[in-house]
């Protein structure tokens, strides 16, 4: 299927999360299966019937990651967008004074966008009437902001644009960036996504859809994919960037290289708005397009790192869609399939960068992070190894993450020890 031959390698990770900012952060806490999730703090839950999520707790004007000013024109989604590709580019050791920057792109997006700026203006429009709106409320609001800045801080000039496809966001910014650089239109890419929607607006709307997880007395046991007990998923907000980079060009410039990217699936489901197709058909032929893009039989796949968000109808569609493709544990005992969401919490936009990261390290290190909360396996869902409760070492020569959002969006990426 896919017939450019350019190849397509990682260079940098960035992350801030619900475990802090930095890499190293997210990475140390998810191999000891650690919950970023508790009661809210950086907004009030009166009224609210979920009081839970994983907050970004760090003030980040406070440590020197924003500059004050500049945080006042810039909702918090483009501000977690910034600090993670700040590291991101770092880890890269880009330097743009010794590159085209009409070769260098930025390919950042957000399911949604500033709804903290959106709901903070319309109560200035309610309260003092409507000429009081900041004037910088709609290059606050707007979802292609956080591309649009990274890319002034960074002097990327070339390819620039932001996605939104619900959850299935960075997943699809990811691979957009593999195949523009495939297809010679960049060397260099910024791509990720980032997400702030813990605020009235999120937590409520979320609420009404009857999505959330309403485990309040138990916040680190709230997100539990897979496990019969499940009520939802935990919203939580973040940024993950990752720099992806031609092969040769790379090598030139003698950067690390964590990974290669090596297959990309997109489908939809045409089934619902919100509800996933239960057989998980979209999900499943996803995941096949990404092995015929990579010329890779499934049974090669080492490791998947699912999207199932401890949802009822998601973890059943999804775990079906991947037995088909790859057998149940009758047929295949040597994959590995977590939900590192029961950790994480649910990013939307961000999420499928920061499980893209989690698929790279699994990669590099050969520790397969787990899924916490599993204490009873919903008979409903396939028999896989989840990997209950404690990372495992294991050889993983390949690595696929599945994004499905609202709307029926499906994306899978596969990544491939560089060799």
């Not at 399911?111 to 009081?132: R, S």
């Amino acid at each position: 299927m896919n017939t450019h031959k350019r190849r397509v390698v990682v260079t940098g990770i960035g992350i801030i999360s619900p475990f802090g900012v930095g890499f190293d952060n997210f990475w140390n806490s998810i191999l000891e299966g650690k919950s970023g999730i508790d009661l809210l703090k950086n907004m009030s839950t009166e009224g609210q019937t979920v009081k839970i999520g994983g907050e970004v707790k760090v003030d980040l004007e406070a440590i020197g990651l924003i500059n004050p000013k500049d945080a006042r024109r810039m909702d918090r989604y483009t501000q977690l967008a910034l600090v993670a590709a700040d590291e991101a580019v770092r880890d890269a050791n880009i330097s743009v004074e010794k590159i085209d920057p009409y070769r260098y792109g930025v390919i950042v997006g957000s399911a949604v966008g500033g709804f903290d700026t959106f709901e903070k203006q319309h109560l200035n429009i309610l309260e003092k009437g409507p000429t009081k709106c900041s004037p910088f409320t709609v290059p606050m609001i707007i979802s292609n902001m956080g591309a649009a800045r990274i890319s002034i801080k960074h002097g990327a000039k070339g390819v620039n644009k932001a996605i939104a496809t619900a959850c299935a966001t960075s997943a699809h910014c990811i691979g957009d960036a593999f195949r523009s650089i495939q297809y010679n239109d960049a060397d260099i890419i910024i791509t990720g996504g980032a997400e702030a929607v813990i605020t009235k607006l999120g937590i409520g709307a979320l609420t009404s859809a009857r999505t959330l997880s309403k485990r309040n007395d138990e916040p680190q046991k709230a997100s539990r994919p897979f496990d019969k007990d499940r009520d939802g998923f935990v919203l939580s907000e973040g940024a993950a960037i990752l720099i992806l980079e031609e092969l040769e060009y790379a090598k030139k410039r003698g950067v690390k290289i964590y990974a290669e990217i090596t297959g990309y699936g997109q489908t939809v489901d045409a089934y619902d708005i919100v509800a996933p197709d239960p057989n998980g058909a979209g999900a499943s032929m996803a995941m096949e397009i990404a092995l015929k893009d990579a010329n890779v039989e499934a049974k090669k796949i080492d490791y998947i790192n699912a999207h199932s968000a401890s949802t009822g109808l998601g973890d059943i569609a999804e775990s079906m869609a991947i037995a088909r493709i790859f057998g149940d544990l009758s047929s295949n005992k040597d994959l590995k399939v977590s939900s590192t969401k029961s950790m994480h919490g649910h990013m939307l936009g961000a999420t499928g960068a920061a499980e893209a990261i989690v698929c790279i390290e699994a990669i590099m290190t050969g520790l397969i992070p787990p899924t916490i909360n599993l204490d009873n396996q919903d008979e409903a869902v396939a028999n896989l190894n989840y990997v209950p409760h404690k990372a495992i070492k294991a050889d993983v020569k390949y690595a696929l993450t599945n994004s499905l959002g609202f709307g029926g969006h499906n994306a899978s990426l596969l990544f491939k020890k560089y060799e």
